[in-house]
């Protein structure tokens, strides 16, 4: 494997382990399984994409983007509390939906973005630093929450929500807030590759949850689950580990067009080796 | 403190009421012991005080907050986070922006009140500890909740016997200290004679003795057998049961 490729792989990891957040969150701390992403991913893309193209600045065109992938959180969580439709219902029902939407916000399939500047440069290097620092001020802010009165009654409502409720907690709210904050990240990250690459085409949704859900299982069984801090480790450290994986698998000669029945092998390895023989299975609500 | 007035409560498929107008009222501080057989509705009318379940008919009155114990410990507390994260969950009605590890001293203290040394597992994971401990912690979670009505459902059901006598002084000590109206469920008749203010006994969904004061006071295990092999034989029962106040 080629240097470039390394480190090529490194600045596309820690823009997979943004989406690995955004599963992380719901799912680790609301016990939620939240298939939003391969929707509010290509949202947060579209609209970054409109809005530098209306002369917006990058930076309040990511948060636009944040904004409006969160509310797309906000809506399956709803549809979830309100109707009782299953979460992974919920979110595949949304995803569906926002294609169309993403589709009528861009009014074409794709849209180069060449003359509208941004936050990268040619420089790799500088390109790696921003969203390293994009990164720490996401995920600093939510690490120090989740210590405090608010962040433990937010982790409490996926670990045991009779309990939860018992205390008061307003699981509503709690399940409103992280999926805001899930559907954000998602906006985040299809914001900044589309900034990255300055190109935006409208199925760049397609199988991204398979590749963030790789990326927390292959951090979860390196360094497991079982404190908050390898919680909070968990997704950067298999998001870089699993772009490294897939760039040795490219460079031994794995067509490109292999790499999604590749991603979902993994997935289910991973599975595999952590169950050790025992049924495991994500909870549905 | 807590009142109930004709509560029933039937669940579908099941073709005799689970609780057939229950008429219970408990002042600020009293403690009470509930006694019965397995499906005499005892469990249901404590997760209908609790809000749980909701009646059929009749309605509560509750001057205060609730907290409970459940037979299950995986129920009353969270296994995955450590000792001091569970107590401080407990601790916050009112939640702020600071960090919840500001609770720790005073947690400490209330654990090492225990005396049983599981305060140096303060940083553990709960499910690092017996099932034992970890009821201990959910009794001692309740307790210091800051809920002014508190209901206890065979909170000492899982534990050996000395753990049973431990928690159940520590229970009795601190439901005093902190003026607590307390209901609690068991099937250990020596614990309903020997702990509480009051004895109510339930059958078939109705409240069937209910003693206090005095009688309470000199009520003998035996005499409570008894009654509760009385009610037991089909044939003497009646409807309306008995009551011995």
């Known amino acids: 494997m080629s240097i470039d490729l390394f480190i090529n792989g490194l600045q596309q990891g820690l823009i997979l382990a943004i989406i690995a957040y955004g599963i992380m969150i719901p799912f680790r701390f609301l016990d939620f399984a939240d298939l939003t992403a391969d929707g509010a991913y290509p949202l947060g893309g579209a609209t970054c994409a409109v809005c530098m193209l209306s002369g917006m600045h990058p930076t309040a065109a990511i948060l636009v983007s944040m904004i409006c992938a969160g509310i797309m959180g906000i809506c399956t969580a709803l549809i979830h509390l309100k109707f009782r439709v299953n979460s992974m219902l919920a979110g595949i029902i949304l995803s569906t939906m926002a294609y169309s939407v993403n589709l009528r916000i861009m009014g074409k399939p794709n849209i180069a973005l060449f003359d509208c500047g941004g936050l990268f440069r040619e420089n790799i290097g500088y390109n790696m630093l921003i969203i390293v620092i994009i990164l720490a001020i996401c995920m600093i802010p939510f690490a120090v929450f989740l210590r405090t009165d608010f962040g433990l009654r937010f982790r409490a409502v996926g670990l045991n929500s009779d309990l939860a409720r018992l205390q008061g907690i307003s699981i509503r709210k709690y399940t409103i807030f992280g999926l805001f904050a899930a559907g954000s990240m998602f906006g985040l990250a299809g914001s900044l590759i589309v900034q990255l690459q300055n190109y935006m085409d409208v199925g760049i949704g397609v199988g991204i949850l398979i590749h963030g859900l790789a990326s927390l299982m292959i951090g979860e069984a390196i360094v497991g689950n079982a404190t908050l801090n390898r919680q909070l480790i968990a997704p950067l450290l298999g998001a870089l580990v699993y772009q490294q994986v897939q760039g040795i698998a490219l460079s031994f000669g794995l067509a490109p067009s292999d790499l999604k029945f590749f991603t979902g092998s993994i997935v289910l390895l991973v599975i595999a080796l952590k169950s050790g023989g025992k049924h495991v299975g994500i909870k549905q609500k | ?245």
């Open chain 2, 1 to 245: 403190m807590l009142s109930l007035n004709n509560i029933t409560k039937s669940f579908s498929g099941v073709f005799e009421p689970v609780l057939k107008d229950i008429n219970l009222s408990l002042c600020e501080g009293e403690f009470c012991t509930l006694v019965g057989a397995n499906g005499s509705g005892k469990s249901t009318l404590l997760k209908i005080i609790s809000g749980e379940y909701y009646a059929d008919s009749g309605n509560i009155r509750r001057n205060g907050d609730i907290s409970q114990v459940v037979q299950d410990v995986n129920k009353g507390t969270i296994p995955a986070m450590t000792m001091l994260e569970n107590m401080a969950l407990s601790r916050m009605k009112t939640p702020r922006f600071s960090f919840y590890k500001r609770h720790k001293n005073e947690i400490v203290e209330k654990i090492k009140s225990l005396n049983i040394g599981l305060e140096k597992f303060v940083d553990q994971p709960l499910e690092a500890l017996s099932g034992g401990q970890r009821q201990t912690i959910a009794t001692l979670m309740a307790i210091n909740s800051g809920g002014k009505i508190l209901l206890l459902d065979e909170h000492t059901s899982a534990l050996d016997p000395k753990m049973q006598v431990m928690l159940m002084k520590y229970t009795v000590k601190s439901v005093r200290e902190h003026g607590l109206t307390t209901l609690m469920i068991t099937h250990n008749l020596d614990d309903a004679v020997k702990y509480g203010d009051r004895l109510i006994m339930m059958h078939k969904g109705r409240i069937v003795v209910d003693v206090k004061g005095r009688k309470k006071a000199e009520l003998k295990i035996q005499s409570l057998l008894e009654m509760f092999h009385r009610f037991e034989d089909q044939s003497l029962l009646h409807e309306g049961g008995e009551d011995v106040n």
